[in-house]
């Protein structure tokens, strides 16, 4: 049994570490990029930007992301039957009825976006241009994590996020507003695409026909899947949206780049569990063989790396912001602790789902995100004379809290148990580790220049893994 779970936990860690370094620099550009806006661009400018990329996300949601998502559940189990052919050209055709529904909103929403929330007809149309990049990405990247390509996929990363900064800092000069943003992502997205597609040399050619079959049980796991994350869309956008609406521009910003940069530290590493997981437990779940084992270990490591960082942001977010940010954006120090853990439950939450994916039984979790989405449009809108940015922050943690015990209490028969108790006594001992190197290392360095904020960082982060990878036995028990 020893020997077992040690396999496991090298496998997984080593799967993970195949990928870490794309995962490392989305995380040092989040510290880079974001600021850079801050100091360039007007809050009016940077709030327009973080609602087109909300608007962006929504439409994502609604045409490519369902389709890829489709990809990597049932790209192993048509690879077996030997119909990649017709399977993906399905897709392709599902993807295109898809945009052309999509594309004609733009005439259906232009104007309600340009009165309410300050989104012009310019901006709202790049973003409807960049819905075709991004959703073929997502589509490649998905096949790249079939085939476990980790090596093109980093490649790929690292030439969008220079291709992306160096295009924003060129067109800035000429054009001094959101645009320059978009017009850099839809530039670099594009080129990335033609990369990646050029780099794979695809070997399923388009047919001109599809499958009415597959069409059925795709739209059966994907339809529920649009419809909760349209509801989790919804609980973390919500607030942006009433700022805006308000003319409270210097509010969107400070909300949206706190949880911009919360999701740049702890999603590419949470997100990174469910990344390189889901295909390997799809795969072993196809061919019958048992996952048990396996996924209660990548729980016991998704807590072990992410709990430190977590704790930190919550003791020294503050000085972080203080160093990168200017003091306008003050209040972004104290939003991210909280976007921390919300991020941090969702990204667990994913793995807890698995099960409505492996049973294709995804309409529960969207019955229970419809639900609960409910509740939290009522909160917020019943509160809107007192809302505030703290307030509209705890309101999407409570409901975030909510949604994680609604879908544990979720059984199946089959279901892979995990043990909860053993779980949370665990994550109760790593917080407790991580609190008292984050006082020691306080004590040790009780100044707020600037080097040293970086290096009190440092030395609890090397503390508290130090301490975790010597009581390993404990907390992975």
Request: hydrophobic content about 55%; charged content about 10%; proline content about 3%.
């Amino acid at each position: 049994m020893e020997k077992r779970i040690f396999y496991n936990y090298t496998s997984i860690l080593k799967k993970l570490a195949e990928y870490l370094p794309s995962r490392g620099l989305v995380i040092l550009n989040s510290f880079f990029i974001l600021p850079i806006f801050a100091y360039i661009l007007s809050p009016y400018e940077v709030s327009v930007y973080l609602i087109a990329l909300q608007v962006l996300n929504i439409f994502c949601t609604c045409s490519f992301d369902w389709t890829s998502k489709a990809v990597l559940r049932f790209y192993e189990k048509y690879n077996i039957q030997g119909r990649l052919n017709v399977f993906l050209s399905t897709i392709f055709w599902l993807s295109v009825i898809v945009y052309v529904i999509l594309f004609c909103s733009y005439f259906v929403f232009k104007d309600i976006l340009q009165v309410k929330f300050a989104v012009n007809n310019v901006i709202f149309l790049l973003t409807l241009f960049l819905v075709i990049p991004c959703g073929i990405r997502q589509t490649l990247y998905n096949i790249l994590r079939i085939k476990n390509n980790y090596s093109l996929y980093t490649i790929s990363i690292i030439l969008y996020q220079f291709l992306f900064v160096a295009g924003f800092l060129a067109i800035v000069n000429v054009i001094p507003n959101a645009i320059s943003i978009m017009i850099a992502m839809i530039t670099a997205i594009f080129v990335i695409d033609a990369y990646i597609m050029f780099s794979i040399k695809l070997k399923y050619p388009i047919e001109r026909n599809f499958d009415k079959n597959i069409v059925y049980e795709i739209l059966k796991y994907s339809l529920p899947l649009v419809v909760t994350n349209i509801c989790y869309w919804s609980i973390f956008n919500i607030p942006k949206f009433i700022f805006q609406a308000s003319n409270q521009y210097l509010n969107t910003s400070i909300y949206g780049i706190s949880w911009s940069l919360a999701s740049g530290i702890i999603a590419p590493l949470a997100g990174l569990f469910m990344f390189v997981n889901f295909p390997v437990i799809i795969k072993n779940f196809e061919k019958h063989r048992a996952v048990k084992d396996y996924f209660t270990n990548v729980i016991q490591l998704y807590l072990f790396i992410l709990t430190p960082i977590i704790c930190g942001l919550f003791f020294f977010s503050k000085d972080i912001v203080k160093l990168i940010f200017p003091s306008a954006y003050a209040g972004i120090g104290v939003l991210i602790p909280i976007f921390a853990v919300v991020i941090f439950l969702h990204e667990l939450l994913k793995l807890f789902n698995i099960k409505y994916h492996l049973n294709i039984k995804t309409h529960i979790e969207m019955i229970i995100g419809i639900i609960t989405v409910l509740t939290f449009v009522f909160l917020t809108l019943n509160i809107f004379e007192k809302y505030s940015i703290l307030l509209a922050a705890l309101i999407m943690l409570v409901t975030e809290i909510v949604l994680i015990f609604a879908n544990i209490f979720v059984k199946f028969k089959n279901q892979v148990k995990l043990e909860y108790l053993k779980l949370l006594r665990n994550f109760l001992w790593m917080i407790t580790i991580s609190v008292i190197s984050a006082l020691l290392s306080n004590l040790v360095f009780n100044y707020n220049f600037n080097m040293i904020i970086v290096i009190k960082v440092v030395l609890y982060l090397v503390l508290s893994y130090v301490v975790f990878y010597t009581l390993r036995r404990r907390v992975l028990d």
